[in-house]
């Protein structure tokens, strides 16, 4: 009897077990704009400016609407890319979620594409400016500050990397090179974390800001480069900096209302033109940013004058 006590105590302490376990994943759902993807982790800003961590799993199913029912189409994962709005739906909190269902526009899915194609030089471009950044610039922010000896090594890196930067700016300018005709009305600079490509609210506050001074204007487009400090990688600063300039198209796009036909082509200008110094931790902060140039035809302003 008493051995049959025992199995059945703990058979009970199993299944209560069992359904805390089933009580601790709670289901969360939520919505926002994809800032970076990572493997199947996808970084999520929501529309209260909180960043969610969600993973996609093979069981996750990412669909959009079809028509004006309630039927929906499944796709693959592989449309889920930064600057996309969506819905998730999954177990977890408020900090990560592991996604069950993802929802979509396809209007959204075509602004996001749109992103990715400015944001993405031609894969000539990339090999080429790779090639250029074979020498390894692996200094951090510990190595510059701990030595005189190791800033000079940092210094001589910067100036071997020369051609190869100067290459990278002479191939993005190129994009831009057809404003000659347009005058700048407003400019406007965002700041970046270390390493980051979130923006805060006093970043969205002057993008809005740009944004909506461009409302009553005709002929204008709205610039868009973005830049990282000298740490790091060549490669990882180049892919950084195109990351923060698609966090400000995006909020460009999906939030301020700024139609896709006025905005240029957004440049990842890597380490290029620096505004500071990159050997001291201020310099380096100013240098992690994003501006913004509010364009106007000079033939339009002209002729409206």
């Known amino acids: 009897m008493q051995r049959q006590i025992r199995v059945v105590a703990s058979l009970l302490a199993v299944c209560l077990l069992s359904l805390g376990s089933a009580l601790a994943a709670d289901k969360v759902k939520g919505k926002g704009v994809i800032t970076l993807r990572s493997g199947n982790t996808l970084t999520v800003e929501t529309d209260d400016d909180a960043?969610?961590?969600?993973?996609?799993?093979?069981?996750?199913?990412v669909r959009h609407p079809i028509g004006l029912g309630a039927r929906k189409k499944e796709v693959g994962q592989d449309v889920l890319i930064p600057g996309l709005k969506l819905k998730f739906e999954g177990t977890g909190d408020q900090n990560q979620v592991t996604a069950e269902t993802i929802t979509f526009d396809r209007d959204d899915l075509s602004l996001a594409r749109v992103i990715q194609a400015g944001l993405n030089p031609t894969a000539q471009q990339q090999a080429a400016n790779m090639e250029r950044y074979a020498v390894d610039k692996s200094a951090t922010d510990?190595?510059?500050?701990?030595?005189?000896?190791?800033?000079?090594?940092?210094?001589?890196?910067?100036?071997?990397?020369k051609q190869?930067?100067?290459?990278?700016?002479?191939?993005?300018?190129?994009?831009?090179?057809?404003?000659?005709?347009?005058?700048?009305?407003?400019?406007?600079?965002?700041?970046?974390?270390?390493?980051?490509?979130?923006?805060?609210?006093?970043?969205?506050?002057?993008?809005?800001?740009l944004a909506q001074e461009a409302v009553n204007l005709k002929g204008y487009v709205i610039e868009v480069k973005g830049f990282a400090d000298s740490t790091g990688s060549l490669a990882a600063n180049q892919q950084l900096s195109k990351d923060r300039?698609?966090?400000?198209v995006a909020y460009l796009l999906q939030d301020c209302g700024v139609p896709v036909k006025n905005i240029v082509a957004p440049g990842a200008m890597s380490e290029t033109h620096p505004v500071a110094s990159n050997e001291t931790a201020i310099?380096?902060?100013?240098?992690?940013r994003v501006t913004l140039r509010l364009l106007v035809n000079k033939g339009v302003a002209g002729g409206g004058s």
């Not at 510990?142 to 990397?161: G, L, P, V, Y």
Request: charged share 30%.
């Open 51 to 61: 960043a969610v961590t969600v993973v996609v799993t093979p069981d996750t199913k």
């Open 245 to 248: 300039a698609e966090a400000v």
């Open 283 to 288: 310099g380096r902060a100013e240098n992690r």
């Open 142 to 161: 510990a190595a510059i500050a701990a030595s005189r000896q190791e800033i000079e090594a940092n210094r001589q890196r910067i100036a071997d990397n």
């Open 164 to 209: 190869g930067i100067e290459q990278v700016a002479q191939a993005t300018n190129k994009r831009f090179s057809e404003l000659t005709d347009w005058g700048v009305k407003t400019e406007a600079n965002v700041g970046f974390a270390v390493g980051d490509s979130t923006l805060s609210a006093e970043n969205k506050q002057k993008i809005r800001s």
